[in-house]
Nanobody
Framework: QVQLVESGGGLVQTGGSVTVSCAASVRTFNNYAMGWFRQAPGKKREFVVAISRINNDSTYADSVKGRFTISRDNAKNTLYLQMNNLKPEDTAVYYC?????????????????WGQGTQVSVSS
């Protein structure tokens, strides 16, 4: 069983930055590929970025490419999402997710564990 707890969201102005974290309660964090997803009010949950288990391969949604950076610290069992140059359309609840599969995925159905989410709001 994997428990994921996000933190670090908040209210940010357009063009600002924020970093959200995801702490994993698991014996071997690097057994899991990780992803960030987000859900805006009235919209479906959408893929943001995913990272591999060990070698930090990653893939980004086009909407965040060049602005967001995913990273992980396997020694601290923590996943990060640094978000720069934020836009109002980035406003959403951000969720981290974990999969024990060998490769990461952009599909939320491939993830086995989810955090409760953290709100990021970008004011215009």
């Amino acid at each position: 069983q994997v428990q994921l707890v996000e933190s670090g969201g908040g209210l940010v102005q357009t063009g600002g930055s924020v970093t959200v974290s995801c702490a994993a309660s698991v014996r071997t964090f690097n057994n899991y590929a990780m992803g960030w997803f987000r859900q805006a009010p009235g919209k479906k949950r959408e893929f943001v970025v995913a990272i591999s288990r060990i070698n930090n391969d990653s893939t980004y949604a086009d909407s965040v490419k060049g602005r967001f950076t995913i990273s992980r610290d396997n020694a601290k069992n923590t996943l990060y999402l640094q978000m720069n140059n934020l836009k109002p359309e980035d406003t959403a609840v951000y969720y981290c997710a974990a999969t024990a599969r060998a490769v990461f995925s952009i599909s939320d159905t491939m993830y086995d564990y989810w955090g409760q989410g953290t709100q990021v709001s970008v004011s215009s």
